[in-house]
């Protein structure tokens, strides 16, 4: 079967068809880069271009039919048809719908998405689903409108014009008079920001409360300003152009009393109680390091003492635990894994013979008798239930018990979708009063209904841009990361991608070259030198598995590493999944107060012990020790399987 040729690019579609030009999309893609959204939303939203030209492109696109959605009047009998909550979190809208032929016609972003037909043919019951493309600001004005009740329509926002310089905030002109020092005890706050709808509102909250706001849009603009003013708090938004590390440490040693806070969203500095590094966070992450630490060591897949431990502790804060027991239940999952990675046992009859030695070695020990009761109690029948009394023993060994289960039989490479999460709710409701305690259940189920539609946790992942000259192994990589959240670029031919490369400025770069080793070397050598930045991007090499050994030099010269292309792609997914994560945190640990001691982090450890660590479990990883004085020369430590190559 022959593959299908990768799709045109959305500006080339525009430029061959006369609908924009070339200074249209130069603009549009700056504002996507500073934005995000869709490159189409930006055209259509600064009326560079109609909706109905904007359809009749991304049909062309994606090879499909399109739908205007601005001139559709949508029923309420169709938006019955989809669940608002699925709607809202795979951005799709029904609008008309085929009874002689049981054909359910949804809008949608981007109709080639398997994993999206596949949970919509399970939500629509019955009915056959086709999908049409649409513009992103027309379906998301569709959903506000006809599944939120908003009174608005794409004219509207449309005619949302944004000056350049927002009247509503403060500017300070740098170059000119400076400012006027405080001369009152009134506080003032720096907002390093480049929203210009949230920075309105956040500085009316502020002056509510008594303060003072000063507004500015760049990392360079707010260092000139540490110098006029004295700030009680900082607030730096993540999307900001320049160095904000730089700037973190010069506030601080200005004014080491000042309060920084570094966010990824306005809602979180009034909601997210995580961005503060609590006491019971900290021990969370020690606990994930320790036992991640055992597992590479023993080279098990998985670390699944981390994993038991992270959704033991969603778990507990979807149920409202309060701290002190969130942190117990938490404690107690990673001493369980502990067991049962010591007795080493997979049978699921000989849990409860683990659970029992477990109790007598911490009952030995003097150890808490509500920490040994909740282990003593996992696994349990609860018949005769729980009616006027729940004690805190039985809520935690439930906890435990729920989890334990889910990650034994859910392996973490299987990807969860709502028709297997039907069957699990199903499964856990045929339990409760025998196994589960309901609350337990309906809780569990919806964080993982959550995690799933990913209304909560809202996580942007980043642009991954792909090259490689085999169209049926670029059609699959686009697929699976597209499935997993990511977007993704991609090219097969070297000089168009690498222009397409320096246009996009993508946060990941996949290279899968096959071929021998020295031709796979020549080809990421003459991708460096015509300006593939490996040190400012992270860049992942799919190679055939016998070039493997012979590439892993190539992790000197800056790839982040080597995969077999052969392998299955979870692996592929997991390590850019995992460096997007950890970029992320790496940011937002930038901004917390630091404390003293392990944070539980690899980036936290002493070298020694890290390379001690990483040595037994034979790992092939890339090293770099970057020093806290900016300008001082970072340290690269390249090791393969183990050993130290450089």
Request: glycine share 6%; charged share 25%.
């Amino acid at each position: 079967m022959e593959s299908k040729p990768p799709k045109i690019r959305l500006d080339e579609i525009l430029l061959r068809e006369g609908l924009v030009s070339e200074e249209q999309i130069r603009e549009a893609l700056l504002r996507q880069k500073a934005c995000g959204g869709k490159f189409g939303s930006q055209l259509l939203y600064h009326r560079y271009i109609d909706e109905t030209g904007l359809v009749m492109a991304l049909s062309i696109q994606f090879d499909c039919e399109g739908v205007v959605l601005s001139e559709k009047k949508i029923p309420d009998i169709l938006l019955q048809m989809i669940p608002k909550k699925v709607a809202m979190a795979r951005r799709v809208i029904p609008f008309d719908y085929d009874t002689g032929n049981n054909v359910l016609m949804i809008a949608c972003i981007d109709p080639t998405d398997t994993s999206l037909v596949n949970e919509l043919n399970f939500v629509a019951r019955g009915k056959k689903v086709k999908l049409f493309v649409a513009a992103e600001i027309a379906i998301d004005t569709a959903i506000a409108r006809y599944y939120l009740g908003q009174n608005v329509t794409l004219k509207d926002n449309l005619l949302l014009d944004i000056p350049d310089v927002a009247t509503a905030t403060e500017k300070i002109a740098i170059g000119g008079e400076p400012a006027v020092p405080q001369t009152d005890s009134q506080p003032i706050v720096l907002l390093v920001t480049d929203e210009m709808f949230a920075a309105p509102l956040l500085q009316s909250l502020f002056e509510r409360d008594h303060y003072r706001v000063i507004i500015c849009d760049s990392v360079a603009e707010a260092s000139e300003l540490l110098h006029q003013h004295l700030f009680h708090t900082i607030f730096i938004k993540d999307t900001v152009s320049g160095d904000y590390l730089g700037l973190i440490d010069q506030a601080r040693k200005i004014s080491p009393r000042t309060i920084i806070r570094y966010y990824n969203a306005a809602s979180s500095l009034l909601m997210d109680s995580d961005s503060v590094t609590t006491v019971a966070d900290l021990l969370m992450k020690n606990l994930d390091l320790f036992t991640s630490l055992l597992s590479s060591k023993a080279q098990l897949p998985e670390n699944h003492g981390g994993r038991v431990g992270h959704y033991a502790n969603r778990l507990c804060r979807k149920l409202g635990l309060p701290e002190k027991d969130r942190v117990m239940i938490c404690n107690i999952a990673y001493i369980h894994n502990l067991a049962r990675f010591y007795y080493s046992t997979d049978d699921i009859e000989d849990h409860r013979r683990v659970i029992q030695l477990t109790v007598k070695i911490l009952a030995s020990l003097n150890y808490s008798p509500v920490v040994v009761e909740m282990l003593r109690l996992m696994y349990v029948d609860l018949e005769g239930g729980y009616d006027r009394r729940l004690p805190i023993e039985v809520l935690g060994g439930n906890i435990l018990t729920i989890v334990d289960l889910f990650c034994d039989s859910i392996q973490h490479t299987e990807r969860l979708s709502l028709d297997k999460l039907d069957s699990i709710r199903k499964r856990l409701r045929s339990l409760v009063g025998k196994l589960f305690l309901p609350e337990v259940v309906e809780a569990f189920v919806d964080m993982l209904q959550e995690e799933i539609l990913d209304v909560n946790t809202g996580r942007r992942l980043g642009q991954v841009m792909i090259y490689t000259g085999d169209l049926s192994l670029l059609q699959l990589l686009e697929m699976r990361l597209r499935n997993e959240g990511f977007g993704t670029v991609s090219h097969n031919s070297p000089e168009p991608f690498l222009d397409l490369y320096h246009r996009s400025e993508p946060d990941v770069v996949i290279l899968a070259v096959p071929g021998k080793s020295d031709q796979v070397a020549a080809f990421v050598g003459k991708m460096k030198e015509d300006g593939l930045a490996f040190d400012r991007v992270p860049v992942f090499l799919l190679v055939e598995r016998e070039a493997v050994a012979d590439l892993t030099h190539l992790l000197e010269r800056g790839i982040e590493d080597v995969i077999p292309v052969d392998d299955n792609l979870d692996l592929l997914v997991t390590k850019v999944r995992k460096f997007q994560v950890r970029t992320h945190q790496e940011k937002n640990d930038s901004g917390a107060i630091q404390t003293a001691g392990a944070r539980g982090r690899l980036a936290d450890m002493n070298l020694i012990d890290l390379i001690q660590a990483l040595g037994p479990g034979r790992k092939t990883v890339r090293i770099t020790v970057q020093a806290d004085k900016p300008g001082t020369p970072t340290l690269t430590i390249c090791m393969d399987r183990g050993k130290i190559i450089q």
